[in-house]
Each structure stands twice: as structure tokens, then as C-alpha cells.
């Protein structure tokens, strides 16, 4: 949507190197971000999400850290594995809504054995 | 287990059919949404729904349509398919309880309009 710009479209790390994938947002008044993940063939499927009272938040090998000032938010991988080559999108609410969200445009993450 | 299904999962169509892509979901979750991928442009909104007999344009609704009639199906109605509409289509749908506003996706229909 073109109110989220996510970069960078494409991605490829050796297995075990780290994976860093940004995304802006325009609307300051946005207090939620997630992150999905979509495998090839499949739907997208949430992975992480942090709200705008804290500013990171890690599950595992994954972990998202928030920069309200600025406006972006980054997803990050670490020990990447073959199975997380997917494509990633992150996503911020649409103006004045709590459960509508624009989307990024995507990066295919390739993660290589 | 609760899941959302779509169906077709592939269609072929020529210009100028209406085409109804279904979709059902057994959560039981209020709100329901269409969302259309393509490379370069992500996922984008068609249309959505907070409940029974609502329904709501989104970003890129021109062509396309939805009904409510129940809490488990929202079907997407091409009323007459552009070839700009082979694409592959996504329902979701979320419940806003204890403030989660995850949404929850089906596989996906892919539609090529000839």
C-alpha cells in the first residue's frame, strides 16, 4: 500500500548469517505493526508483531524493533535457515482504523545451504 | 480445527464472465477481507466486512463485489473479468479480542483472465 514502502524486494543470505528487512510508515498515529510470512503456495501467515508502546520485541530466532520518531520498523532474522526462505510482508494500519492494514510490497528472502 | 478455505484454488475465465471466487472460514470471526497480490504491489484490499450484511470498498475495489449473508462466507463477484484481474486473490479474516489483530489468510485462488 502506498502508505508502507518495504525494502529491500529481494534478499539472499548464506545459511547461518543474519537477514534484515525495513519498513516506513506515514501515519504517526499507528500503534501496531505485524509481520507475515508467506511460503510458496500458500497464504501469508503472522510471524511477529510489536505495538508502539515498546520498541523491540523477539520471538526466537526472529525479532522486530520500532523507531516511532522516525517512522520504520525492521524485522530480524538471525542463524538463518533454509526453511525461512519465504517472502516477507510487513504491514501498518490504515488510517483510523484498528483492524485494516496496508501492506509492504514484499521481499523474497533465499536463504542459501 | 478452525480453518479458511477458498475455492476455486485455480481459474481460468475469458473476458467478460462474472466470475465468484468463495471463501469460508470456521473461526467465526466477524470481520472478513479480500485482498489481491501482485508482483510489485503486495497484497492489496478489495473489499471487506465487519459482519452480517456489511460490506465495505477497500483500495482497488472497482470491478468487484461482495455479500454477507452469513458469518463464515464472503464470496468475491468479478462481474465482468479484465484481463488487469488475473491475479491471485486472498480472504482473510480477523476477531479483535484481547487486542490482537492478527488476520488470518486462506491458500489463495489464482485467476487468469484470457
Known amino acids: 500500500g502506498e502508505n508502507v514502502e518495504q525494502h529491500p524486494s529481494t534478499l539472499s543470505v548464506q545459511e547461518g548469517d543474519s537477514a534484515v528487512i525495513k519498513c516506513t510508515y506515514s501515519?504517526?498515529?499507528?500503534?501496531?505493526f505485524p509481520w507475515y510470512k508467506q511460503e510458496l503456495g500458500k497464504g501469508p501467515q503472522l510471524i511477529i508483531d510489536i505495538r508502539s508502546n515498546v520498541g523491540e520485541k523477539k520471538d526466537q530466532r526472529i525479532a522486530v524493533t520500532l523507531n516511532k520518531t522516525a517512522k520504520h520498523f525492521s524485522l530480524h532474522i538471525t542463524e538463518t535457515q533454509p526453511e525461512d526462505s519465504a517472502v516477507y510482508f510487513c504491514a501498518a494500519p490504515t488510517p483510523n482504523t484498528g483492524n485494516q492494514f496496508y501492506f509492504g510490497t514484499g521481499t523474497s528472502l533465499t536463504v542459501i545451504p | 480445527d478452525a480453518e479458511i478455505t477458498q475455492s476455486p484454488r485455480h481459474k481460468i475465465t475469458e473476458t467478460g464472465r462474472q466470475v465468484t471466487l468463495a471463501c469460508h472460514q470456521t473461526w467465526n470471526h466477524n470481520n472478513m477481507f479480500w485482498y489481491r497480490q501482485d508482483l510489485g504491489h503486495g497484497l492489496r484490499l478489495i473489499h471487506y466486512?465487519?459482519?452480517?450484511?456489511?460490506?465495505n470498498k477497500g483500495e482497488v475495489s472497482d470491478g468487484y463485489s461482495v455479500s454477507r449473508s452469513n458469518t463464515e462466507d464472503l464470496p468475491l463477484t468479478l462481474e465482468s473479468a479484465a484481463s488487469s484481474q488475473t491475479s491471485v486473490y486472498f480472504c482473510?479474516?480477523?476477531?479483535?479480542?484481547?487486542?490482537?489483530?492478527?488476520?488470518?489468510f486462506g491458500p489463495g485462488t489464482r485467476l487468469t483472465v484470457t
Open positions: 482473510a479474516s480477523s476477531e479483535n479480542s484481547g487486542g490482537s489483530y492478527e488476520q488470518y
Open positions: 501515519d504517526s498515529a499507528s500503534n501496531y
Open positions: 466486512s465487519y459482519g452480517v450484511q456489511d460490506t
